[in-house]
């Protein structure tokens, strides 16, 4: 879990939600731990209740705001209420995220891709001017700052093998990172957190729900297989998944999240960090894409 470095730290951003002009008169702020990205926040205000965000990198809080209020109209995600550059606050949905829910693996894939489905064929990505198509080089380029020149060679070398194999044709909204924690089960499911979206091939999405899930096990092929059926039956005739992309985007999906994972470790020193890292690092071992071992590589 995220927790705030310290209790002045913590004073301090809700001191500066007290001052956000979206609040009239506070009663309560309570710190929300949820992943490792955000510092995150539930307000009550006047007995409404807020989902409030801060965000250390400015770059994000504006490029979505488009994207937000449109998933929020199609009763995708919770409605966004206020942003500036630091901040987004959230209608907040009373309800549990999927990770902590009592159900079986199978229902909770087949939530994250009831959802995957519908922002796929939902959303008009001709409307969306202020979400990047998806880059190999920009998106693993900023994870590589801690890495060794050997380390960066040999991702080059891999992103390079990847660009050559497989040709990203952009047609749907990708959430991006639809993990378990960014879905709330309440009076509907909830998808959360659109901060890793792009346009891209569906495939993409499907890839990073199994590889950030850690889905991946000896029962790989029918992990694939039953998603990728799922996904099918509940798309339109004309969007059925391509397998053979799928494995290709599983390999770059190991990459982010590994390198992700990675960078976090270094920034925190966060041994559990660590051993997601090469949690993912030894999938993308596993598939052969390469004959050295990213798992030695970067140890």
């Known amino acids: 879990m995220h927790h705030l470095e310290n209790t002045e730290q913590r004073a301090e951003l809700i001191e500066q939600i007290t001052r956000l002009k979206c609040f009239d008169n506070i009663d309560r702020v309570s710190t929300i731990e949820q992943g490792d990205s955000h510092h995150c926040f539930k307000v009550v205000d006047q ?78 990505v001709t409307k969306l001017t202020q979400v990047p198509v998806l880059n190999f080089f920009e998106v693993i380029k900023p994870l590589t700052k801690h890495l060794t020149n050997d380390q960066q060679s040999l991702i080059n070398k891999i992103i390079d093998m990847l660009n050559n194999t497989l040709l990203i044709s952009p047609s749907v909204l990708c959430h991006g990172d639809i993990n378990f924690s960014n879905i709330i089960l309440a009076n509907k499911p909830w998808l959360l957190d659109f901060e890793c979206a792009c346009i891209a091939d569906k495939e993409f999405d499907l890839a990073m729900m199994l590889s950030v899930n850690e889905l991946l096990s000896e029962a790989t092929p029918s992990v694939i297989d039953s998603s990728i059926d799922y996904y099918n039956e509940r798309s339109s005739a004309n969007s059925i998944i391509d397998k053979e992309k799928v494995m290709r985007y599983l390999v770059f999906s190991f990459i982010i999240n590994g390198l992700w994972y990675f960078e976090s470790y270094n920034n925190k020193k966060d041994s559990r960090l660590k051993h997601k890292a090469f949690k993912q690092f030894n999938y993308f071992d596993s598939v052969d894409f390469i004959t050295e071992s990213l798992t030695d590589r970067m140890r």
């Not at 901040?87 to 994250?112: D, Y």
């Open 47 to 124: 007995n409404k209740c807020y989902f409030v965000k801060y965000f250390d990198h400015i770059e994000y809080s504006h490029q979505y705001n488009q994207l937000n209020k449109i998933v929020a109209d199609i009763g995708l995600a919770p409605a966004l209420i206020y942003n500036d550059k630091f901040w987004q606050v959230h209608q907040f949905i009373e309800g549990s995220s999927l990770n902590l829910w009592p159900l079986s693996l199978k229902e909770k894939v087949e939530h994250c891709l009831t959802l995957m489905v519908a922002c796929h064929q939902k959303i008009d």
